[in-house]
């Protein structure tokens, strides 16, 4: 029999361990874990793998610490000379082309958005673009016949990656690396060039070293196991990696990870479910390829077994105010809410999950909750302007990340979100989960799929199938619910049986939801919305009648309408 405990005192219980969280113990522990600049796969990295590794164990986890291959680059030094104006100071990009010396005319694009930039006629000029290296604009000025690019990143010369590959590339990935050299000067320097272009035409030569090559990266795992569980885990995972020391990005997540191991582990005996840690490397300079590796290599497992991955990236940055748009899938937008809303006035609206951070596992149905709770004030002068919100610190992604750039308080904040939203997943005997927000949101996507392509995209089928699952989604979520707001004992076969439909569900529905290739695949680092494999309707119905274009995307899209509705139907199954 479950005991389920009174919801007064299981809050009790939550508010008492929230008090727990220790600003000190924060500070020192990334203290010590960013000492040193770990590139991925390196022997600085390796140091700060076994330290984290060594604390875990002291703290009562089951660790194993490994080495797997990984496809990773490291930047080196690089050089910006301009005919008339001299030596420019840059940074060159992970998986950029290295070059000893490429010379071409400048074009000033601006900023142009991605789709602009390749419809320009750049062939063999060197570009330059306003915002941060991404992969998207590398492949637009490559699409446009550029020979290299040059960024405008802002106050300060933000390290990036440029690949579009998620992970480790495959032979078939190998075409799709960057073919052309990139750097990054700041804004006070592109005003000077761009003071210089207006006199006339100018020519740059780019040189750059890029060491790119297969390395031994490691991975670290900790497991606090649950006494009476069926196996079912959470798992909780940051990277270690880092752009120079690295302490906001990442040492301070790893802080936060060793605190929650601290105050969860010694309630082992309580837990419904296990927490899982994974400490990735590869994140930075192998766009994820240590969390890629591992959904390769445990796929079965995390399909039957990992009820959400929590992502934990960058918390405590100085003023980092901003709580209301971490990302979750919508099945969990409530436990998202009920987390972050003690500790803040603003109220918590929530972010789709990105195709960003280590977020791996969302193609094989595993959903996602958090992976930056905090950020700058949107429209403030602190941020990145690199994401939802105000972007992460001035800092990020340069030599400026050290540890005077945290808040103490704000480190502890985002500690007691994280252990709000843990706690609740690792005790809860019913999953904290509404699986008619997930149903909902594919009924609508799916309705306005329909309407943006004009009629000509018939989803009849897949829309009457996600009717019926959201009628079924919630009869499934007024179960649970009933079981919850029982006192006393309950006997574990409903309990069971609710949470692996609630499972079921996100299994089915994660294969189309945020994935286009289904979950034996890792879709581009590139942005996408919700159901990406109908991205073009809108396209097709934009088209005039009579334009063949119609036809073919008519094909593909209903070769994916037909994915949507296979999916769907699994759900059904599922929610039986």
Request: charged share 25%.
């Amino acid at each position: 029999m479950f005991s389920l405990p009174r919801a007064a005192e299981a809050q009790e219980s939550l508010d008492e361990l929230c008090l727990q969280v220790d600003a000190e113990r924060l500070m020192s522990f990334t203290r010590d874990v960013s000492q040193e600049v770990r590139l991925s796969g390196s022997e600085e990295e390796k140091r700060a793998f076994g330290w984290l590794a060594e604390r875990l164990e002291e703290m009562g986890a089951e660790v194993r610490l490994s080495e797997h291959p990984g496809f990773v680059s490291w930047p080196g030094p690089a050089s910006l000379e301009v005919s008339g104006l001299g030596s420019l100071p840059c940074i060159t990009h992970a998986m950029a082309r290295p070059t000893t010396g490429l010379e071409g005319a400048i074009l000033d694009l601006g900023a142009l958005d991605p789709e602009a930039v390749a419809r320009t006629d750049a062939q063999g000029r060197i570009v330059l673009l306003d915002g941060v290296a991404n992969p998207a604009r590398v492949q637009a000025a490559e699409a446009a016949g550029a020979v290299g690019e040059i960024f405008v990143s802002g106050e300060q010369r933000h390290e990036m990656i440029v690949s579009p590959v998620w992970g480790s590339p495959g032979a078939q990935d190998l075409s799709r690396l960057p073919s052309t050299p990139s750097v990054s000067i700041d804004r006070q320097t592109a005003e000077v060039l761009r003071r210089h272009l207006a006199l006339g035409r100018a020519r740059a030569t780019i040189r750059s070293e890029v060491s790119t090559r297969w390395r031994q990266l490691p991975l670290l795992e900790a497991d606090i196991a649950a006494p009476d569980g069926e196996g079912d885990f959470v798992l909780f995972s940051g990277h270690v990696d880092s752009w120079h020391l690295g302490a906001m990005d990442n040492g301070s997540a790893n802080a936060l990870m060793l605190e929650m191991v601290r105050l969860l582990a010694p309630l082992r005996d309580s837990l419904r479910r296990g927490l899982r840690l994974c400490f990735w490397s590869g994140h930075s300079h192998g766009r994820y390829a240590g969390s890629a590796h591992y959904a390769d290599e445990h796929i079965f497992e995390l399909r039957e077994r990992c009820v959400v991955h929590v992502n934990v990236d960058s918390p405590g940055g100085q003023g980092a105010t901003d709580l209301s748009h971490a990302i979750t899938s919508a099945e969990f937008l409530n436990l998202a809410r009920d987390s972050a809303g003690p500790e803040s006035d603003v109220p918590y609206v929530g972010t789709p999950p990105l195709r960003a951070g280590d977020e791996s596992f969302l193609g094989m149905g595993v959903p996602a909750l958090f992976m930056e709770v905090s950020e700058q004030p949107p429209g403030g002068e602190g941020g990145s302007g690199v994401s939802a919100g105000g972007g992460l610190g001035w800092w990020w992604h340069t030599p400026e990340d050290t540890i005077d750039k945290l808040d103490p308080a704000f480190l502890v904040r985002d500690a007691r979100i994280y252990l709000r939203a843990l706690y609740r997943l690792l005790t809860e005997p019913v999953l904290p989960m509404q699986a008619a927000a997930a149903t909902l949101e594919v009924l609508q996507e799916l309705e306005a799929r329909e309407q943006a392509s004009g009629g000509r995209l018939d989803l009849e089928l897949p829309i009457g199938l996600a009717r019926r699952l959201h009628r079924r989604a919630q009869a499934v979520d007024g179960e649970a619910e009933r079981l919850r707001q029982t006192e006393g004992d309950v006997p574990p076969l409903p309990v069971r049986r609710v949470n692996r439909r609630l499972m079921g569900l996100t299994r089915a529905l994660g294969q189309v939801r945020y994935a286009r290739q289904g979950p034996t695949a890792q879709d581009p680092a590139l942005a996408q919305e919700l159901l990406p494999g109908l991205d073009r309707a809108a396209e097709l119905g934009a088209l005039a009648d009579g334009d063949p274009m119609i036809g073919h995307l008519k094909v593909d899209l209903g070769r994916e309408r037909n994915r949507i509705a296979l999916a769907l139907m699994e759900a059904l199954g599922a929610l039986r």
